[in-house]
């Protein structure tokens, strides 16, 4: 399988980011994986931004759920991430990664770097 991120590089604070991931080669409603976005920022480790499961049910990081959510078009066979009021800590570099049974993440989208900035 394959996925493939999309949306603009550059974002004002304030506004709304929005990520669009492209998946080929497997359905993400397909039994039993979960669709994930996961950033990087600058100098720092991995964070999990939220999911989607093949169900089409979401959870979001405690930390960014006010401001996230996470949608998905299976006519298309895509998820998108809208995070909301960006402020210049998100900036990162932006993934989408599908994860089967036991958290194993088996593929990943090459990122995307988002820039917030005015």
């Known amino acids: 399988v394959q996925l493939q991120e999309s949306g603009p590089g550059l974002v004002k604070p304030s506004q709304t980011l929005s990520l669009t991931c492209t998946v080929s080669g497997g359905s993400i409603t397909t039994y039993e994986y979960w669709w994930y976005w996961i950033r990087q920022a600058p100098g720092k480790g991995l964070e999990w931004i939220g999911e989607i499961k093949y169900d089409g049910s979401t959870k979001y990081n405690p930390s960014l759920k006010s401001r996230t959510s996470i949608s998905r078009d299976t006519t298309k066979n895509q998820f998108t991430l809208r995070l909301t009021s960006v402020i210049p800590t998100d900036t990162a570099a932006y993934y989408c990664?599908?994860?089967?049974?036991?958290?194993?993440?088996?593929?990943w989208g090459q990122g995307t770097q988002v820039t917030v900035s005015s």
């Open positions: 990664v599908r994860v089967g049974l036991y958290y194993y993440a088996d593929s």
